[in-house]
């Protein structure tokens, strides 16, 4: 599978979000990743539909929402209304996930889902037919700019393993601390979408550059193309 990078706005400057997302795009980014914090499911509190539809109203990408909340399934319908291609929930977060990720499909939207670090794949495993995307947070949501937890590497790899003995084709994404230095471990377990804050928007030389070397560190296309694959880049 081509590995596809997820700038994620968390990082960017808010004040400028249009020209952000904009320069994701240009850059080749393959979506746009919108973390939504409610302040009880993570402790921070960040943005909502309002701003998932400036996002959508700024770029064709496709655009995944991260739903770090409680209830998740209270907010399906606004997300839908605000343009979004993908809602990922969280496991622990949803009383009845099956159920859930029915109502996120049923409103033309991929049914993603999201696995705190402490949660098994086990614990999704009787969903995984019905998901596009598993999301292995490999920091404690609620925050960026955190380091990469290396024990992730053997979730990523069960399920990677699940994916392939279910014959099943769902995105592994990663999600936390994903720089140059840690996209080429993830991808080696199995990750096939990799999600980036502070490495994409927090880039001293700018979103085009950092992009490069995500994917030039991950082995993708970009790589092949340019024989760069030096992990320590970046
Ligand atoms: C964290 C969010 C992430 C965050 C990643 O709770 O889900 O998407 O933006 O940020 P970095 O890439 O800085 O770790
Ligand atoms: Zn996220």
């Known amino acids: 599978m081509p590995i596809q990078v997820a700038p994620s706005i968390l990082a960017a400057d808010f004040g400028r979000l249009a020209e952000e997302v904009q320069a994701a795009e240009q850059a080749g980014a393959d979506w746009i990743h919108v973390d939504v914090m409610d302040g009880r499911f993570v402790q921070e509190i960040t943005m909502g539909p ?17 739903l770090m909340t409680v209830e998740p399934e209270r907010h399906l319908a606004a997300f ?7 809602v990922f929930v969280h496991a622990e977060a949803c009383q009845h996930l099956y159920l859930t990720l029915g109502q996120i499909a049923a409103l033309g939207m991929r049914p993603s889902v999201a696995l705190n670090p402490a949660t098994p794949p086990a614990q ?9 995307a598993v999301l292995v947070m490999t920091v404690e949501p609620g925050e960026g700019g955190q380091a990469f937890i290396p024990e992730m590497l053997r979730k990523i790899r069960a399920l990677a393993d699940l994916r392939a003995s279910l014959g099943l084709a769902f995105e592994v994404e990663v999600d936390g601390g994903i720089t140059p230095t840690t996209a080429p471990a993830a991808v080696e377990a199995g990750a096939t979408v990799l999600v980036a804050g502070t490495a994409v928007f927090g880039a001293a030389d700018g979103v085009a550059a950092a992009i490069a070397r995500l994917r030039a560190a991950a082995g993708g296309p970009a790589a092949r193309r340019t024989g760069r694959g030096d992990a320590s880049s970046g």
């Open 50 to 66: 309002v701003v998932a539809r400036a996002v959508r109203r700024a770029t064709r990408l496709p655009m995944a929402v991260h």
């Open 80 to 86: 839908a209304r605000a343009g979004a291609t993908s």
């Open 124 to 132: 999704v495993e009787y969903v995984l037919p019905l998901v596009g």
